[in-house]
């Protein structure tokens, strides 16, 4: 842990030189994990020269922010996937009624869906991004509910039916230095447009696919969100940092533990707390618990949506094992509620041991199961070899972590590039494929229950004696300044951002979704596929809809 | 005469802690019926109450946790409620499995309208009761009772397995309780429905202009 | 083996005493119609019962278990509670169209049921071109199944039944082909006569290579005509929501989901009576004993043994597989199994003109 965070830091002296050299106004500022402040007018030459000469082609997220005074604005926090080197950059613009900002989504796509969030949150006018609609929100929406000025009363509920917007507006600078507003039509007169959600047993939860098609070919998917946005960073901020806790479980409810754990793991860092080895090993252990329940339930769920509803019940079968197990310590079946700032809830339960054990012993040969049903099914192989290809470079471009960035060959695993717990302790193997399509998705999956299984096995019979909980004061306050923590989820990097001034509230919390990049990409990757090629495609990206909005 | 009502191998005592439908019950045993009619609606609510088909639909976690009902070990097929439509049109009740947003709202209360009579709403986990643990948020319905009329409510976050059955066989006992003939069938007339629908959905109505041959 | 020609033959010597022959057969006909319709009716109650348990069996759960004993009852609540649902018409829609649609479903899968040879004596429609009858009536459900979809005035339902037609009407050729090859094998187009030719031995073992491939083409293209999985793309669930039938309720939707299940049992039965010698019990020629033994046993259970045998086979199939794409599914059709059932066509034709069939 230590030596991982000493080489966090000369990397950051290393390329704080440097982005001093190339941009002298921007200025270092030291709180938390320390950030770049740079001029809006100054920002996006800085983001050319990141991306294209120093290589930061990876953006870990983009935070909308509102700094009251300062204006409003965004933080990135970049990554260099060659060198693992990190920076945060931040920008604001002091107009808080017409803030703008230029968009970086040409420079990383993924910062595509992350602008038009900030929009809806914040009412940031990105400058140049081709589709600046809402989000999340309605489209007759009044206000940015994230700004700290909005008004709660604004918007009661309307049961008016949504009409849907079919041109997307973009603000364009002029040569002469101000903004237009241009709309471009989203789909053509004669198109067949179908709607698939947010109703569908496909979008796994209420994800909207506006899709244009040709026959069965799909020509241009437009993907709505929001239906499942639940306001989780707005509730934050008037919460104590204690009870934060309680939202982050019903985020992606199958990585409840891993969520936890990042924001129990950002607190932690921003306090100062170092906790006990038995703490981490604990820890680490619900996490895989977790990804193998999770991955579990995407075996189940991919073979629902291909038909063979066989697969569904065996991979519930074998998941309600691993619930048990959590159920014992925890208390709970999907919502653990386990994980605490400074250690967990109470300490395991005398039969963990066994049981998990016993688990492995029994998981093992299940495997094989699955392996002789559904992967070596001549149906499931032509129908997900080839569909749904994902290059690498967009991979990273969208940010698209976990077992689908995986399957296109970026090793992007958290658990390696910067090791957190017990992971840089156990011996195990980052599973990467190198086609990136539908079958090395889902065989990435596959392959990480076993690592998964690995991990645990050589964890279980070493967890060493230590407090459960260290000694954390009632009251917590954090000091002034942002923090952010990753973990490897479930389904990729998931990230919290907190901004603290100093309050026993957050000032902001910023939870970087796993699955808004996995759905930035679809439209990307499911062109020219089938209608049946959507659904393997949305089925192997494995996303979880409460997550994406959050 | 007077109907009974029973769920199959459970005690009378382990179910009467609901109270309107003890209420549906005395009113039930006061108001005897025919003999013809009672019988001829024991039999149909027999049938209904033991085919009770869901939607599927699940807004988030509650989500996971029927899934888990429908697969091996708790088995909602046991009771006749294996039958998972996905077209609301086919379904009997919609078992509301997670928050309802102010943007889904609309969607649900149209998923609603657009199910066949008779049908059921059953609300599940804090979120779909009062808001849950979101009940602050600027974009959360404070209970889809709000919004549609709910038959059950199963209280939870989310609720075990277990729960979800114990309140499915409330929603059975609700219905065998009712009167199909002369009760709950007796509907409205097409042309009033019609005006109604018409009320509900004029805005999207003019959005575009159908084509009668069949494609919009 | 009993004939059952004997029961109807003194059925109708008893009602021409009493009454003139047109009366009689006039009468005749009522009962015989309103006895198909029965036993449709049991068979469809019975396929879905089946249908219920025998998942159940694959996915390590129970089934229906509350209603009845083991849930047996469970079909009967659903036919209630079917009935007792509100049909929706859905505004914008060809009403005439959207309520015709599942009752041409439903006649041509009873026109299709009436084919079938249940016994000795017991056939409805047994006439010199049955099979060609057969396959005609059969066709009939795609236009409904189209007609639904047109009608709906619905995205989804036109999706289906695009894809239902582009199916249906594929794997049309491919049954056609495989019940050809056992044509060429009988000289007969006749259901009763076929059974009987199955007297020494079921055409599967007489008609040996050619009649085995042609019995696996017309398993796989049976399927996807009666759109059951892993060919159930016309109302794929995950991609379509319910497909064709998305915007039907109430009993409108019961008409489909009865004439999916009692399609599939009669594909089945086809295959039965094509294939496995139908009401014919296992004869070996030669063994005399035998084959009196099995004769003890009569000749509907022989075929309902079979028929259902069947069906478990392709409910197994359906349960495992995960669904093909349209265009695989095309593939599948017109690049392998109507090339194989032709070459198979000829392959038969050879073997019984050089008599290789046993």
Redesign the interface.
């Known amino acids: 842990m230590r030596t991982t965070s000493n080489i966090d830091m000369e990397n950051k002296l290393d390329i704080k030189e440097k982005i001093a050299a190339m941009e002298p106004s921007a200025v270092w500022s030291d709180a938390g994990d320390g950030m770049f402040r740079v001029p809006v007018s100054s920002f996006r030459p800085l983001a050319e020269k990141l991306k294209n000469e120093e290589g930061f082609d990876f953006l870990r997220s983009l935070t909308g922010m509102d700094w009251g005074e300062e204006g409003l604005g965004c933080v990135y926090h970049l990554e260099n996937t060659a060198t693992g080197e990190n920076v945060v950059i931040s920008t604001a613009d002091a107009d808080r009624d017409n803030a703008r900002v230029p968009s970086v989504h040409d420079l990383w796509k993924g910062a595509n869906f992350n602008e038009r969030e900030a929009y809806d949150f914040f009412g940031i006018k990105f400058v140049g991004h081709p589709d600046l609609r809402r989000l999340f929100l309605r489209d007759d929406w009044q206000g940015h509910p994230l700004r700290k000025d909005y008004d709660m009363a604004l918007n009661p509920l309307n049961m008016e039916n949504e009409g849907n917007e079919d041109e997307a507006p973009s603000y364009e600078m002029t040569p002469d230095g101000g903004y237009i507003l241009r709309r471009h039509p989203l789909f053509e007169d004669q198109e067949y447009v179908i709607n698939i959600g947010p109703q569908h047993p496909a979008t796994h939860g209420v994800l909207r696919f506006r899709v244009s098609l040709e026959g069965e070919t799909i020509k241009k998917i437009d993907v709505h969100s929001g239906y499942i946005h639940r306001g989780i960073e707005k509730l934050c901020e008037s919460l104590t940092y204690p009870q934060t806790l309680a939202l982050t479980d019903r985020l992606d409810y199958l990585g409840a533990m891993q969520n936890r754990h990042a924001l129990c793991a950002c607190i932690e860092k921003a306090m100062g707390l170092e906790v006990s080895d038995r703490i981490k090993c604990i820890r680490t252990i619900m996490d895989e618990l977790q990804r193998i329940d999770s991955h579990l339930l995407f075996i189940a769920c991919l073979s629902q949506d291909m038909g063979a509803l066989e697969v569904f019940f065996l991979g519930f079968r074998d998941r309600e094992k691993v619930l048990d197990i959590l159920e014992q310590t925890t208390g709970g079946r999907l919502i653990q509620t386990y994980n605490t700032i400074g250690g967990v809830q109470a300490d395991i339960h005398p039969d963990f041991m066994k049981k998990t054990k016993e688990f492995i012993r029994y998981m093992r040969p299940k495997m094989r199961e699955y392996q002789e049903i559904f992967t070596d099914n001549v149906i499931v192989r032509k129908r997900l070899t080839g569909t749904g290809i994902l290059s690498r470079e967009d991979a990273i471009s969208f940010g698209a972590t976990g077992g689908s960035g995986r399957a296109s060959g970026w090793a992007c695993d958290v658990r390696k590039r910067h090791p957190y717990a017990m992971y840089d302790k156990v011996d195990f193997e980052e599973i990467t494929f190198a086609a990136g399509d539908c079958f090395d998705r889902y065989m990435v999956r596959v392959k990480e229950i076993e690592q998964s299984l690995n991990i645990i096995e050589q964890l279980i019979d070493n967890i060493p004696e230590g407090e459960w909980q260290m000694k954390v004061k009632p009251v917590i306050k954090l000091p002034a300044g942002s923090w952010y923590t990753a973990v490897e989820g479930s389904r990729g990097e998931f990230g919290v951002f907190i901004e603290s001034r100093g309050d026993k509230f957050p000032y902001r919390v910023k939870f970087r979704s796993t699955g808004l990049p996995l759905v930035s990409c679809i439209d990307t990757i499911s062109r020219n596929a089938k209608i049946a090629d959507l659904i393997a495609i949305g089925g192997t990206l494995d996303y979880v809809v409460p997550d994406i909005d959050r | 005469m007077k109907r009974n009502v029973s769920i199959k191998s459970m005690k009378y005592e382990d179910f009467n802690d609901n109270e309107y439908i003890e209420q549906m019950l005395k009113e039930l045993r006061d108001n005897g019926t025919n003999v013809i009619v009672g019988c001829l609606d024991d039999v149909i609510e027999w049938g209904r109450s033991n085919s009770l088909w869901p939607l599927t639909f699940a807004t988030s976690c509650c989500g996971i946790e029927f899934m888990a009902i429908g697969a091996a070990r708790y088995d909602f097929a046991r009771f006749g409620f294996e039958v998972a439509r996905s077209s609301p049109r086919q379904a009997d009740f919609i078992m509301v499995a997670g928050t309802i947003t102010n943007k889904m709202a609309p969607v649900l209360k149209r998923l609603y309208d657009q199910m066949a009579d008779p049908k059921y709403v059953i609300a599940t986990g804090g979120c779909a009761i009062s808001g849950g643990p979101f009940k602050k948020s600027y974009h959360v319905v404070n209970g889809v009772d709000k919004i549609i009329p709910v038959d059950v409510y199963i209280p939870g976050c989310p609720p075990r397995p277990e729960a979800m059955l114990y309140g499915l066989m409330q929603l059975q006992r609700k219905v065998k309780a009712q009167r199909f003939l002369g009760g709950i069938n007796k509907g409205i007339s097409e042309k009033e429905y019609e005006k109604m629908m018409r009320k509900d959905t004029s805005r999207t109505e003019d959005y575009r202009d159908y084509d009668e041959s069949g494609l919009a | 083996m009993f004939d059952f020609g004997i029961i109807t033959g003194w059925i109708h010597t008893q009602l021409t005493s009493v009454m003139s022959e047109q009366l009689a057969i006039f009468l005749e006909c009522v009962i015989v119609g309103i006895l198909l319709l029965l036993v449709y009716v049991i068979v469809a109650i019975i396929m879905i019962y089946m249908e219920?348990k025998v998942?159940?069996a694959?996915?390590?759960?129970?089934?229906?278990?509350?209603?009845g004993p083991w849930?047996s009852l469970?079909v009967?609540?659903?036919?209630?509670?079917m009935l007792?649902?509100?049909?929706?018409t859905v505004?914008?829609?060809?009403k005439f169209l959207y309520n015709l649609a599942p009752f041409i479903v439903i006649l041509a899968s009873v026109m299709a049921f009436a084919c079938i040879p249940m016994s000795r004596g017991l056939e409805i429609l047994d006439f010199n071109v049955g099979v060609f009858f057969f396959m005609a009536a059969s066709s009939i459900g795609i236009v409904g199944i189209l007609l639904a979809g047109?009608?709906s005035?619905s995205?989804?339902s036109?999706?289906g039944a695009m894809?239902s037609g582009a199916q249906m009407i594929s794997y049309e050729l491919s049954v056609g082909l495989s019940i050809l090859t056992i044509v060429v094998l009988t000289d007969t187009m006749q259901f009763s006569e076929i059974v009987m030719r199955q007297e020494d031995g079921w055409f599967i073992f007489k008609g040996h290579i050619p009649a085995v491939i042609s019995f696996i083409i017309y398993l796989i293209a049976a399927n996807a005509e009666v759109n059951r999985?892993?060919f159930?793309?016309p109302e794929?669930?995950?991609?379509?929501?319910?497909g064709y039938?998305?915007?039907?309720?109430?009993m409108h939707?019961g008409l489909f989901y009865v004439a999916e299940f009692v399609n599939l049992f009669i594909v089945s039965s086809i295959a039965a009576t094509i294939f496995l010698g139908g009401w014919m019990p296992l004869h070996i020629p030669g063994l005399d004993g035998f084959n009196a033994v099995m004769d003890w046993i009569p000749g509907f259970v022989w075929y309902f043994a079979k028929a259902f045998f069947v069906v478990w086979l392709l409910m197994w199939i359906k349960?495992?597989?995960?669904?093909?794409?349209?265009?695989?599914i095309l593939t599948l059709e017109w690049k392998y199994l109507v090339p194989i059932g032709l070459a198979n066509l000829l392959l038969m034709v050879i073997v019984v003109v050089f008599k290789l069939h046993f």
């Open positions: 219920r998942c159940a694959f996915q390590c759960r129970l089934g229906p278990t509350r209603v849930g469970q009967f609540c659903d036919v209630f509670k007792t649902k509100e049909i929706i505004r914008h829609s060809d047109w009608s005035n995205k989804f036109l999706i894809r999985g892993p159930d793309l794929a669930e995950s991609e379509l929501t319910a039938h998305t915007e039907y309720s109430g939707f349960w495992t597989f995960p669904r093909l794409r349209i265009d695989q």
